[in-house]
């Protein structure tokens, strides 16, 4: 593949400068490869425990907050760091685009390795609070082998952010490719082949973030990268480590608060229709995140358009990158929307081939059928959340989530006496409030930036 070659690696910062619509188009395909990838990753350890039957699956998807609150600090740092790299190359700054690169990476793994026997103590109690006690031992069995490599779970995000900050989207695709295709190889031959179970699903997913940062690494030590990594002269710079944290510390709080009202969420899920309703809710509402890829990979590659060109003082160039996106996502998501009401029982077939879980296919697609309206509000937030990134307002960012994590837990409360597919109905209509919300907060936002030109 092309990013293995020993081509200019300042190409791709070129294009990240150039024209803000060229640079889109140019980047959105391997940011969607990315996403694609992401979706895969996560979609192929719940396909093949699901042949394990509906127990696996609950228990996977129960504990997928903490498996993500690993994985978010390294999101937050990434992230944090991609939007600073980004202003700094514009600004013509590159040593402190260096800097931001070695400081993360040290950040990234000492805080790696303080949160992993939290994480671990954290499974049981977890299990117990939501009131599935029974689920405990596969829980603590799946998650067991990924935080034993808890820094690779926390660097491959990181690192990654760092690539998409320089442009270098493909590099980290390529890397991201290997990873998933490790995990997909890796997860029969461990859960079956092994007669591991889960915990082979869950040691599978340790390998591909393990395969992922190797690659990742593996180019910035050939120096194929327009930011250099190195820590030659290495100290700890307090005003760059803080940058990183003021940006990426909200994306983690988003994270953070997500993942623990996701928690509260089953809770009432499970008070609605027992452990299987974790299932019911869980399969159809990862098939929908399907539909926000493409949305998503626009909100992705604008963000280090959008940042490099602010850092070069070209807001208008901004502006029109998130213009573009944001019309983009709108027709995209909508067009989705449709195909997937069409095509609901054949996007649930990898996921009800078991005995326990074909009862539960009519359920599945009605559930299906109606989260998938919640892909356009996805999208459009995804799009705003990624401008205040880009504009350096992480908290505005965070306020936006915590509207639409805490109506969504306040109306699962509200229908948790009711069925999961009016749940969800409940959901769909804060993910539309959210939206609005961000377009009106971003709108603010910019016309301040504006005016301050």
């Known amino acids: 593949m092309s990013a293995f070659k020993r081509a200019?690696?300042?190409?791709?910062?070129?294009?990240?400068?150039?024209?803000?619509?060229?640079?889109?188009?140019?980047?959105?395909?391997?940011?969607?490869?990315?996403?694609?990838?992401?979706?895969?990753?996560?979609?192929?350890?719940?396909?093949?425990?699901?042949?394990?039957?509906?127990?696996?699956?609950?228990?996977?998807?129960?504990?997928?907050?903490?498996?993500?609150?690993?994985?978010?600090v390294g999101l937050g740092i990434g992230l944090g760091s991609n939007v600073i790299i980004a202003h700094r190359i514009g600004s013509g700054d590159r040593e402190g685009a260096r800097r931001i690169v070695s400081q993360g990476v040290?950040?990234?793994?000492?805080?790696?390795?303080?949160?992993?026997?939290?994480?671990?103590?954290?499974?049981?109690?977890?299990?117990?609070?939501?009131?599935?006690?029974?689920?405990?031992?596969?829980?603590t069995q799946y998650l067991t082998p990924i935080i034993a490599f808890n820094a690779?779970?926390?660097?491959?995000?990181?690192?990654?952010?760092?690539?998409?900050?320089?442009?270098?989207?493909?590099?980290?695709?390529?890397?991201?490719?290997?990873?998933?295709?490790?995990?997909?190889?890796?997860?029969?031959?461990?859960?079956?082949?092994?007669?591991?179970?889960?915990?082979?699903?869950?040691?599978?997913?340790?390998?591909?973030?393990?395969?992922?940062?190797?690659?990742?690494?593996?180019?910035?030590?050939?120096?194929?990268?327009?930011?250099?990594?190195?820590?030659?002269?290495?100290?700890?710079?307090?005003?760059?480590?803080?940058?990183?944290?003021?940006?990426?510390?909200?994306?983690?709080?988003?994270?953070?608060?997500?993942?623990?009202?996701?928690?509260?969420?089953?809770?009432?899920?499970?008070?609605?229709?027992?452990?299987?309703?974790?299932?019911?809710f869980s399969v159809p509402f990862r098939v929908v995140m399907l539909a926000a890829m493409i949305p998503n990979a626009f909100a992705m590659a604008m963000t280090p358009v959008a940042s490099a060109n602010l850092g070069a003082g070209r807001l208008d160039n901004a502006l029109y990158a998130f213009r573009m996106c944001l019309k983009s996502v709108l027709c995209i998501s909508s067009a989705l929307v449709l195909l997937y009401l069409l095509l609901a029982p054949f996007l649930l077939v990898p996921f009800t081939t078991s005995e326990s879980m074909v009862p539960m296919k009519p359920e599945l697609e009605t559930i299906l059928r109606i989260s998938v309206f919640i892909a356009p509000t996805i999208s459009v937030t995804m799009v705003c959340n990624s401008m205040l990134q880009s504009m350096k307002k992480p908290m505005v960012s965070l306020m936006v989530t915590i509207f639409r994590t805490t109506s969504t837990t306040v109306l699962f409360a509200a229908l948790s006496s009711t069925s999961v597919p009016v749940m969800c109905a409940g959901m769909v209509v804060a993910g539309v409030a959210s939206a609005a919300l961000a377009v009106l907060l971003t709108r603010r936002d910019l016309e301040i930036g504006r005016a301050h030109v």
Not at 42 to 51: F, G, H, N, T
Not at 194 to 203: E, F, I, R, Y
Not at 249 to 257: D, G, T, V
């Open 8 to 72: 200019d690696p300042e190409r791709d910062t070129a294009v990240m400068l150039g024209d803000p619509k060229r640079a889109i188009l140019v980047t959105v395909v391997p940011f969607l490869i990315s996403t694609v990838v992401g979706q895969v990753n996560m979609l192929a350890d719940l396909a093949w425990c699901s042949v394990l039957g509906s127990g696996a699956v609950s228990a996977i998807q129960s504990v997928t907050p903490l498996y993500w609150v690993i994985f978010d």
């Open 106 to 139: 040290v950040l990234a793994i000492v805080i790696a390795f303080a949160m992993a026997p939290l994480v671990y103590l954290l499974i049981a109690p977890m299990m117990s609070f939501m009131g599935a006690s029974a689920l405990a031992e596969a829980s």
């Open 152 to 280: 690779f779970q926390v660097l491959s995000p990181t690192l990654s952010g760092f690539l998409r900050g320089e442009g270098a989207s493909n590099k980290s695709n390529v890397a991201l490719i290997a990873g998933t295709l490790v995990n997909i190889a890796l997860d029969p031959l461990f859960i079956f082949s092994l007669d591991l179970g889960v915990s082979g699903a869950g040691l599978a997913t340790a390998m591909s973030c393990v395969t992922s940062v190797s690659i990742m690494l593996w180019f910035y030590l050939s120096h194929r990268t327009t930011v250099p990594l190195s820590f030659k002269g290495y100290r700890f710079e307090r005003k760059d480590v803080a940058e990183i944290m003021y940006l990426g510390m909200p994306k983690m709080a988003e994270m953070f608060l997500m993942d623990t009202l996701d928690a509260f969420n089953r809770v009432f899920l499970i008070a609605c229709g027992g452990i299987d309703a974790v299932t019911l």
